[in-house]
């Protein structure tokens, strides 16, 4: 059976108490960064949030997250991901809403 590998890493260098820490996303690239970058900015408490692609060759981004107070950026990841899976799911129930209508413009190519 092949060995799956984590999805997401605490990379080195992380305070003890997790309220600033780097984390690789795994298989991912500008566009969950992006994406999760505003949403944890959205978090009052979140003092900075930033994240890169290292390389465009590596399939991976790295994101950086400071807390205020000692809170834990684990838990703003977390939170993080939970809102914009929301939002996904939200545009998606939209979105098939409106289709259903089937009151929507068509275009047909012509070449």
């Not at 298989?27 to 959205?42: C, F, P, Q, V, Y």
């Not at 799911?89 to 409106?98: L, N, P, R």
Request: hydrophobic share 40%; with cysteine.
């Amino acid at each position: 059976m092949a060995e799956t590998s984590p999805k997401i890493k605490i990379m080195a260098g992380a305070a003890p108490d997790l309220s600033a820490a780097t984390f690789q996303i795994f298989d991912e690239s500008h566009t969950i960064g992006n994406a999760l970058r505003w949403m944890i900015m959205k978090n009052p408490k979140v003092e900075f949030c930033g994240y890169s692609v290292p390389h465009p060759s590596e399939n991976l981004i790295q994101l950086r997250i400071q807390m205020y107070d000692g809170l834990s950026s684990l838990n703003a990841l977390l939170e993080a991901l939970t809102n914009l899976d929301a939002v996904c799911e939200t545009v998606e129930h939209k979105y098939h809403a409106s289709l259903a209508t089937n009151d929507y413009e068509r275009w047909e190519e012509r070449s």
